[in-house]
C-alpha cells in the first residue's frame, strides 16, 4: 500500500489515480495520521463465480454441487384468531 500525504495527492492526483487503477491502494495521511484510503472500484457485472473464484482457488470456499430449491412454501392454516387480532386484544 502506498501512503501519499495530502499536498502531495493534490499535486499528483493524475499519478496516484494512475496507480489506483492498477491495482494499488493509496493511503492518504494528514500530518502522518491515517485518514482515508483511496481503492479500485469493483467492476460491475461481475458474477458470482467471478468474485468468488480467488476464494475458491485457495480452498476457503466450495460452491453448492446443486442448484437451490427457491420454491416457497405455502403458509399454513391454523385455526383461531389471527396473532394481530390477539395482540390488538392484549393491548387494550
Given at each position: 500500500?502506498?501512503?501519499?500525504g495530502i499536498k502531495e495527492l493534490k499535486n499528483n492526483l493524475?499519478?496516484?489515480?494512475?496507480?489506483?487503477?492498477?491495482?494499488?491502494?493509496?493511503?492518504?495521511?494528514?500530518?502522518?495520521?491515517?485518514?482515508?484510503?483511496?481503492?479500485?472500484?469493483?467492476?460491475?457485472?461481475?458474477?458470482?463465480?467471478?468474485?468468488?473464484?480467488?476464494?475458491?482457488?485457495?480452498?476457503?470456499?466450495?460452491?453448492?454441487?446443486?442448484?437451490?430449491?427457491?420454491?416457497?412454501?405455502?403458509?399454513?392454516?391454523?385455526?383461531?384468531?389471527?396473532?394481530?387480532?390477539?395482540?390488538?386484544?392484549?393491548?387494550?
Open positions: 500500500m502506498i501512503s501519499a493524475s499519478r496516484y489515480l494512475t496507480l489506483v487503477k492498477r491495482g494499488e491502494d493509496i493511503l492518504i495521511t494528514e500530518r502522518g495520521r491515517a485518514v482515508a484510503r483511496i481503492i479500485q472500484a469493483a467492476p460491475k457485472n461481475k458474477s458470482i463465480r467471478e468474485a468468488l473464484g480467488p476464494l475458491i482457488v485457495k480452498g476457503l470456499i466450495a460452491l453448492p454441487s446443486q442448484g437451490i430449491d427457491k420454491e416457497i412454501t405455502p403458509p399454513v392454516e391454523v385455526p383461531g384468531k389471527p396473532v394481530s387480532e390477539m395482540a390488538i386484544e392484549d393491548r387494550r
